[in-house]
């Protein structure tokens, strides 16, 4: 729309008493995040853009930008900071992700949705709150704070939600 790529969030269809049925979009511009509400008669038609959701490798991170391989022909792809965002914490070197392109551009990224990583300080084990299911706070080994069970202790490793850094359950390696 207007030369520019939005994700539709919303699609509602309003079939009012009378006149001509109408779709309501919520929608948010991939470029900057802006959300955007429009209103389409069911005769009218949008463009569809060609979005390709393709894995990718992470190799490393640079003035450029981030930078990615495809495995399948070695192609590399530099995608701008502003597009990964607050996930940048979690990648790490030759880790696999979903990058979507669009016209030779990545546009949009998705990391695994869980990962395993090592609690690197939290405070000490309290005798008696074992019981109990609260949480105290704890720092990642990628510099991320999290929550986690009383129990765990640093040098623990743990598995996480990529998503928000939630704490899910111990390792089992």
């Not at 079939?15 to 001509?20: A, L, N, R, S, V």
């Not at 914490?89 to 992700?97: F, I």
């Amino acid at each position: 729309m207007d030369g520019r790529l939005y994700v539709v969030l919303t699609a509602q269809n309003i079939h009012p008493g009378k006149g001509t049925p109408v779709t309501q979009l919520d929608m948010r511009r991939i470029s900057d995040g802006v959300k955007v509400s429009e209103r389409y008669r069911t005769t009218e038609q949008v463009e569809r853009a060609f979005v390709e959701d393709r894995e990718h490798t992470f190799l490393y991170q640079d003035g450029e930008g981030y930078h990615f391989m495809n495995p399948e022909n070695y192609d590399q792809v530099v995608v701008p900071e502003d597009i990964i965002g607050d996930q940048k914490a979690y990648l790490q070197e030759s880790m696999a992700v979903m990058l979507s392109i669009h016209n030779g551009i990545a546009i949009a990224i998705e990391l695994p949705a869980r990962m395993t990583l090592e609690i690197t300080e939290t405070e000490p084990v309290v005798k008696g709150q074992t019981a109990s299911s609260s949480y105290k706070p704890a720092m990642l080994s990628n510099g991320v704070r999290t929550l986690v069970p009383a129990h765990i202790q640093a040098g623990t490793r743990v598995v996480v939600m990529t998503e928000d850094g939630s704490y899910v359950e111990r390792a089992k390696d």
